[in-house]
Nanobody, 125 residues
Framework: QVQLVESGGGSVQAGGSLRLSCAAS????????VGWFRQAPGKQREGVAA????????YYADSVRDRFTIARDNTRRTVFLQMNYLKPEDTAMYYC??????????????????WGQGTEVTVSS
């Protein structure tokens, strides 16, 4: 399995930006996709975005589309989540996860095999 380590979380005011990183133990070309999920206190974990290997197709939750961007670096070992125009409702623990499946929907958690430990994002109003 791929080991994943998230970083880049922190505290920011509403309207600000953060970039989260997900460092993989090997190239993400060896998995079908990498996704970002988040879990706010007292809420269920939800999918935020995913990027598929091969054609780099991306998927986003409606709540973050046009504000967040998922991408991989040239080494294919790191997946970023650029988060702009942050809102207080974006406050959550953010996790990256990898999957060997190309199945849809992209945010079905049962498709994901490996998870990182999470990085915390706090957005104040």
């Amino acid at each position: 399995q791929v080991q994943l380590v998230e970083s880049g979380g922190g505290s920011v005011q509403a309207g600000g930006s953060l970039r989260l990183s997900c460092a993989a133990s090997r190239s993400t070309d060896t998995v079908a996709r990498v996704g970002w999920f988040r879990q706010a206190p007292g809420k269920q974990r939800e999918g935020v975005a995913a990027i598929f290997s091969g054609d780099d197709a991306t998927y986003y939750a409606d709540s973050v589309r046009d504000r967040f961007t998922i991408a991989r670096d040239n080494t294919r070992r790191t997946v970023f989540l650029q988060m702009n125009y942050l809102k207080p409702e974006d406050t959550a623990m953010y996790y990256c996860a990898s999957s060997y499946s190309y199945g849809l929907p992209w945010d079905r958690e049962s498709y994901y095999d490996s998870w990182g430990q999470g990085t915390e994002v706090t957005v104040s109003s």
